[in-house]
Nanobody, 124 residues
Framework: QVQLVESGGGLVQAGGSLRLSCAAS????????LGWYRQGPGKQRELVAR???????TYADSVKGRFTISRDNAKNLVYLQMNSLKPEDTAVYFC??????????????????WGQGTQVTVSS
């Protein structure tokens, strides 16, 4: 009933930039928090950045000053602008949503909605 679709990944040289997008669709009433996570080779999935419906943001220390998260509430979109990319940013990036859906006239909150992931590879 809810789909998150990421786009914008790819191969870039160190120091370059990429912009990731994630579109949420389905029986969505509202979206509380949108976040970007990543999982590098042999590593656990980690939070990169998150943004609330009011625009408050949180960043991992490793990306502060380089990455910017933003969202378009009207279109259920979230973006991750990644600048000054480093080889250690190489990972699969996943979009996550904490949202409220409508089903059979009832509202349900879910925090475990994930996209399929998009690969970001930064070459040195």
């Amino acid at each position: 009933q809810v789909q998150l679709v990421e786009s914008g990944g790819g191969l870039v040289q160190a120091g370059g930039s990429l912009r990731l997008s994630c579109a949420a669709s389905g029986s969505i009433f509202s979206i509380n928090v949108l976040g970007w996570y990543r999982q590098g080779p042999g590593k656990q999935r980690e939070l990169v950045a998150r943004i609330t419906s009011g625009g408050s943001t949180t960043y991992a220390d490793s990306v502060k000053g380089r990455f910017t998260i933003s969202r378009d509430n009207a279109k259920n979109l979230v973006y991750l602008q990644m600048n000054s990319l480093k080889p250690e940013d190489t990972a699969v990036y996943f979009c996550n949503a904490d949202l409220i859906i409508i089903r059979d006239s009832h509202y349900y909150r879910g925090q475990d909605y994930w996209g399929q992931g998009t690969q970001v590879t930064v070459s040195s």
